[in-house]
């Protein structure tokens, strides 16, 4: 299954939706390949499961939570739904415990890696917005935006530690569980400024946890945006931990809107290209896209061979 090329299913995905016909539409692009994303139902899931053999369907890759936790109400996004980095000890387990669920999944489905969202230095302070706003108007290279942004980056340093040290707990069940289980853990570089783990941190947790099973996942948008708020170069992840990595997400993007089409809009993938080897996991994740664009992006990815 090393670079096969495959598809998350959180494209134009609805929990109504006939995932037979979403298949047949896979096949026809020339795949048999996909990501199950932390958005699918448990329907769904079985659905699948009941597909795999008679649609010559595999499973590269989960994405965490897979299945979302269902066992109360969450205010968040359901990719956020607990945070492996929260300082509530009760939140944190829970965390661990659905991690591990999609860990199983992942198994499960004979898939090789869960993809994680590592979590969030939090703060009553939503510096984030501002500098989001900032951007938006075209203010990049202004003192206002500069100001924003710099104050944003020394506020998330002050409370980092915290937050960092009992991710490090919860890491340690996570990736000891997976290693058991034979499934890797991917560490996803994060689009906000404000979530685990930045640049640097990537390198942290992978010194402590890459010989046990976890690997760089790279998100080609998330990377972008942070070149474009002037934080980290989108190469510098790449050419630090291309090494490590095991993964990526590939879509396109446009101004501070990811997840398009790959190649549509303004980010250049061919810089990220060459990055890609022949054990690296190349998968599409797009959320809302039309078939002819996601055909013609498969096509030009699939001429890609490393």
Known sequence: MNNMLSISTTWNYKPDMNMRAWVSKIHDMGLNAIELDYNISREHLEEIRGLMK???????????????PNDGPSERHISNYYRLSSLDKNERQKAVEWTKKTVDTAAGFGAQVVVIHAGTVESEDDRA???FNLYKRGKRNTKE???ERDGLL??????????????????AQVVDYARKKKIRIG???????????????IGYLLGLFG?????????????????????????DYLNAYQDKLIGVHVHGMKGVRDHLAPF??????KKVLPFIKKKTLRVIETRHASYGKMKAAVKKLSSYVP
């Not at 008679?54 to 979302?68: A, G, I, K, R």
């Not at 549509?264 to 993938?269: A, F, R, S, T």
Request: aromatic share 8%; glycine share 8%; proline share 4%.
């Open 211 to 235: 010989g046990g099973g976890m690997g760089y996942w790279h998100d080609v948008g998330h990377a972008e945006m942070n070149e474009r708020l002037g934080i980290t170069a989108h190469l």
């Open 264 to 269: 549509e809009g303004d980010l250049d993938l």
């Open 54 to 68: 008679e649609m010559n369907l595999q499973v590269t890759s989960v994405h965490n939570f897979c299945p979302v």
């Open 187 to 201: 560490l996803e570089n994060r689009y906000y400024p404000t979530e685990i783990p930045n640049f640097e941190e």
């Open 145 to 147: 935006f500069l100001r």
């Open 129 to 131: 917005s501002a500098v």
């Open 154 to 171: 020394k506020q998330r340093q002050m409370l980092r530690d915290r937050h960092l040290n009992v991710l490090v707990k919860s890491l």
